[in-house]
């Protein structure tokens, strides 16, 4: 059951005076999402969320602020100002082997064409590069081989340090709007509608520097995509702007499975039957996903969405989760959850313990 506790961002539509709490989507007896909290420290839309520890998480938005919130409480304990643009990505940094304080670091970019980086423990901002000759749309660290990447218009290579390695050509004016890693020094990057694998090829003693071959290209989604995470060691799955999802072998890039308007929770007789919604393209975007060992967790529209991965359907919806487009989702412990939206609000979660969920399939007639 979707319910939220207390109130803050914009009100839920058609909330009873009588009642602080709304609580949405009863009929759906297997549904196991709570809501605990609302919080409100942003000034415009939110799209980041990232966890920094057992604790805390920060957000990240249009405003161009960081906000560091204690993910017990849902206090807000720090808010970093620095950018003078909308952030456009984040990440968590690991601190320098050389540095003796080993406090958090995290990474943002903006599209003011700088990247900052951050002391979370103390709000101070560590670090600062502003020659990008784009807005960097996406950030990506890739621990085992020490560097960090940033995507634009083109691909970047950094070490720890904020050195430029080597980056690509210009690939597109559109950008690269998300960036995960896969084994074999490669990386997936999401242009548009297509996923192009690159390879890092780091030095060697017969090489003077990094370089960054391209592997291969994929065209299997119809519209662009807006979503491309890591799920398990053998997949990683994209979502699309028209709510295509694909998993993908991580491996050797095949299609393991696509489901379209996979969110639409009536019985398929035929799992290999496409089901139309018509619904408009707002309603049924993919915009981020999260994921367990069990679930990805979904951002479609204004909705939270659970997919069972051996399943391969809908185990629990919440169609208005948010008042606006649902635009980031995480994960934090203690089975819970968080999203952020277009509304400005950020929301966690908290899912029922397993034996409380009841045995019967979600019900139809939600659309």
């Not at 509608?193 to 003077?208: C, D, H, M």
Request: charged share 20%; aromatic share 8%.
């Amino acid at each position: 059951m979707l319910r939220w506790l207390i109130g803050g961002g914009r009100e839920p539509q058609g909330l009873a005076e009588k009642s602080p709490l709304q609580t949405i989507g009863e009929e759906q007896t297997q549904n196991p999402y709570t809501e605990l909290l609302v919080l409100k420290a942003h000034h415009d839309i939110v799209r980041f969320l990232v966890q920094l520890d057992d604790y805390r998480f920060a957000s990240a938005g249009d405003d161009g602020i960081v906000v560091v919130w204690n993910a017990q409480t849902g206090e807000k304990l720090l808010e970093l100002n620095g950018h003078t643009q909308k952030i456009t990505a984040i990440i968590t940094f690991p601190s320098l082997e050389a540095c003796e304080e080993k406090n958090q670091l995290i990474l943002t970019a903006s599209a003011d064409r700088t990247v900052i980086v951050w002391d979370c423990d103390t709000g101070r901002q560590v670090q600062k590069v502003s020659c990008f000759q784009s807005t960097v749309k996406c950030l990506a660290l890739l621990q085992r081989l020490d560097v960090w990447l940033s995507g634009g218009n083109d691909l970047c290579v950094w070490n720890r340090k904020l050195d430029l390695l080597c980056k690509t050509s210009h690939l597109s004016d559109t950008g690269i709007s998300a960036l995960i890693e896969i084994p074999k020094n490669c990386v997936v990057a999401a242009v548009g509608k297509e996923l192009i694998i690159f390879r890092l090829v780091a030095p060697t003693e017969g090489s003077l520097g990094w370089d960054i071959l391209q592997v291969k290209r994929l065209l299997d989604h119809q519209d662009n995509i807006l979503s491309l995470v890591n799920v398990n060691d053998l997949s990683f799955v994209t979502g699309s702007h028209v709510g295509e999802l694909i998993i993908w072998d991580i491996l050797d890039w095949t299609v393991q499975a696509c489901e379209r308007n996979f969110w639409d929770p009536s019985p398929q007789l035929d799992t290999q039957q496409e089901i139309k919604l018509c619904q408009k393209p707002n309603d049924v975007s993919i915009h981020h996903f999260t994921w367990d060992e069990e679930n990805v967790f979904v951002a479609v529209g204004r909705g939270l969405y659970v997919y069972n991965l051996q399943m391969k359907r809908v185990i629990a919806c919440q169609k208005t989760a948010h008042d606006s487009n649902v635009l980031h989702v995480a994960k934090l412990p203690n089975r819970q959850l968080i999203s952020c939206s277009e509304d400005g609000s950020v929301r966690i979660w908290e899912l029922r313990e397993k034996q409380q969920l009841a045995a019967e399939p979600v019900p139809t007639g939600f659309f």
